[in-house]
Structures are given as structure tokens and as C-alpha cells.
Antibody
């Protein structure tokens, strides 16, 4: 059974940093792309970043490029999101997700339960 | 620019059927999408992957009441025999190399 569990969230001041982790189990982690998505309070879903199986392809949304860094450790079945220069507008629940692939590309097929990040002074 | 558009809200009666729509932007009518459900105060759940020919692959444990179909740039999610727990936000999502895109979501109310 696929499980994705985020950790590392919390309250941080504007300009501060935080590192999120996502522990994966129940599948062969290094066979899958992984992604981060966030949801600001009362708002819709926003894609943040994705990383390919062996980290050769990494992409970011414009809103976080240059401030956030995605990475993974396949030996530890873990996904990370290093968030620097945090702003109030980064306040959101952050979800990690697994991306399966088929003939039409990569699609998000499992979600973690989410972790809250609050940026406030 | 790759965009998916959804109506903000929909409603239908208990036991009835409802069809939600996701529209792909111009030039992207052959793209596949995924549908995700988010019940109140819960995280999202993957429902299905839906191709331009209407072929779809549902997630684990998704009931037969949920089905998908396509026509041109439109992708549909049909829920039949509506139950109270179907009241939720429904998001469509698409993708291309270097980008993942979510629609704004449709809030479904079960009357």
C-alpha cells in the first residue's frame, strides 16, 4: 500500500527557511517521479515542483523558482523541499505526490496527507 | 499556454447524476488530464487519468459510480447515484514537460 508522509512544517518568519520531507513506502521509490503541490488557505491547488526518478529533470513553478529546491534520496525513499526566503504568500498546506506514467505522460496518482507551513512574523 | 478551466460550482440531488467539465486551452485539445477529489477538511485523492479518446484509468478503490469521458478539448467527470460523501471539490490537472497545471476546482454540492 502506497504511503506518503510529509514532515517538517511549522511557523517561520518572513525571510526564513524550512525543509520539508516526504517519506515514501509501499512502492519502488526510484521508479517514480515525485512532485510537491501546495494549497493556500481557502484556495485551490498549486503545483510547486517535480523531480524525475534519478533527479536528472527538475522543474519549478515561477512563483518559487530561485527560492525553493527539490531533491530526493532514493536510498532513503525520501523526497525533500528546501524552502528559502519564505514569504507570507508561501503559507499553505504542502502535499507530496507520486507521479505514475503511461502513454500520455506523468500523472499524479497518490497524495500525502499534507503539512502546514505558516509564514508570519 | 497550457491552462485548464473549470466551473466554480455545481449542484445535484442525492441519487442523481452530475457531469463536471474541464476545458483544455487552445492547442492542447489532445492532452490527457487527471481528476482529483478533495472532501472537506481532507487532502486530495486521485480519481482517474482521462485521455482524449475517453480512455481512463481509475485509482485504487474508486467506485464504478465515477466515470470519465472526452469530447474535443473537454474532459468530463460523471458521478452517478450521488451520495452525500461526494460533496467535495473536484480538480482537474494536466501536464507537459516542465509544468503541471491545476484547474481552479469545482465545488460540488449534493442537495
Amino acid at each position: 500500500q502506497v504511503h506518503l508522509v510529509e514532515s517538517g512544517g511549522g511557523l517561520v518568519k518572513p525571510g526564513g527557511s524550512l525543509r520539508l520531507s516526504c517519506a515514501a513506502s509501499g512502492f519502488s521509490f526510484n521508479d517514480y517521479y515525485m512532485t510537491w503541490i501546495r494549497q493556500a488557505p481557502g484556495k485551490g491547488l498549486e503545483w510547486v515542483s517535480y523531480i524525475s526518478s534519478y533527479s536528472s529533470d527538475i522543474y519549478y513553478a515561477d512563483s518559487v523558482r530561485g527560492r525553493f529546491t527539490i531533491s530526493r534520496d532514493n536510498a532513503k525513499n525520501s523526497l525533500y523541499l528546501q524552502m528559502n526566503s519564505l514569504r507570507a504568500e508561501d503559507t499553505a498546506v504542502y502535499y507530496c505526490g507520486r507521479e505514475a506514467s503511461n502513454s500520455v505522460g506523468y500523472y499524479l496518482d497518490y497524495w500525502g496527507q499534507g503539512i502546514l507551513v505558516t509564514v508570519s512574523s | 499556454q497550457l491552462v485548464v478551466t473549470q466551473s466554480p460550482s455545481a449542484s445535484a440531488s442525492l441519487g442523481a447524476s452530475v457531469k463536471l467539465t474541464c476545458t483544455l486551452s487552445s492547442g492542447h485539445s489532445n492532452y490527457a488530464i487527471a481528476w482529483h477529489q478533495q472532501q472537506p477538511e481532507k487532502g486530495p485523492r486521485y480519481l482517474m487519468n482521462l485521455k482524449s479518446d475517453g480512455g481512463h484509468i481509475k485509482g485504487d478503490g474508486i467506485p464504478d459510480r465515477f466515470s470519465g469521458s472526452s469530447s474535443g478539448a473537454e474532459r468530463y467527470l460523471t458521478i452517478s447515484g450521488l451520495q452525500s460523501e461526494d460533496e467535495a471539490d473536484y480538480y482537474c490537472q494536466t501536464w507537459d514537460t516542465g509544468i503541471r497545471v491545476f484547474g481552479g476546482g469545482t465545488k460540488l454540492t449534493v442537495l
